[in-house]
């Protein structure tokens, strides 16, 4: 039972980070996207890192 629970918390907190992530980006990019072309390459592997480090943590 605790495992399930366990287990559905961490898709919850994977769907919100990426929804997060894909906010910010969307949001960065529009704003900044113009102004700063080379933002956007070094942009998307950070949010992908954080992403898989969330997931590190939460898989321990």
């Not at 994977?14 to 997060?20: E, G, N, Q, R, Y």
């Not at 070094?42 to 954080?50: H, R, V, W």
């Amino acid at each position: 039972m605790d495992k399930n629970k366990r287990q559905q918390n961490i898709v919850i907190l994977i769907i919100i980070t990426c929804v997060l992530a894909i906010l910010f980006g969307v949001g960065f990019l529009r704003i900044g996207g113009r102004s700063l072309p080379q933002q956007k390459k070094s942009i998307l592997p950070g949010i992908g890192k954080i992403i898989n480090t969330q997931i590190n943590e939460n898989s321990k």
